[in-house]
């Protein structure tokens, strides 16, 4: 059973940066896509960034929100995912949750198909 546990949020202003991490425990790490995904309040969960497990290509996927700020990396190793998120702005504010899945990769951006959802962790982004 996948269990996935989030850590890094917090206070952060305009502009400024955080890293969060997420550590993997009770799958064989390699074998799933890793995606982060986030939920502002009073929204619906949604698509942020996914690292592809390395036997499909282990490429990364971004919603376009967030391209060229934020950067997704895997580490197969020590069974842990990070997301290095810049230049953030107030609607990047949300509970970041990371998630498992093994689908394919026409259907990785989809939060359906992603299960081990943890509590998440929340950042928020001041004006």
């Known amino acids: 059973q996948v269990q996935l546990v989030e850590s890094g949020g917090g206070l952060v202003q305009t502009g400024g940066s955080l890293t969060l991490s997420c550590a993997a425990s009770?799958?064989?790490?390699?074998?799933?896509?890793m995606g982060w995904f986030r939920q502002p309040l009073g929204k619906e969960r949604e698509f942020v960034a996914t690292?592809?497990?390395?036997?499909?290509?282990?490429?990364?996927f971004y919603a376009d929100s967030v391209k060229g700020r934020f950067t997704a990396s895997r580490d197969n190793a020590k069974n842990t995912i990070t997301l290095q998120m810049n230049n953030l702005k107030p609607e990047d504010t949300a509970v970041y949750f990371c998630?498992?899945?093994?689908?394919?990769?026409?259907?990785?951006?989809?939060?359906?198909?992603?299960?081990?959802w943890g509590q998440g962790t929340e950042v928020t982004v001041s004006s």
């Open positions: 009770g799958v064989t790490f390699r074998n799933y896509h």
């Open positions: 690292i592809a497990r390395p036997g499909s290509g282990g490429a990364t």
């Open positions: 998630a498992a899945s093994q689908i394919a990769l026409s259907a990785i951006t989809n939060p359906e198909y992603y299960y081990g």
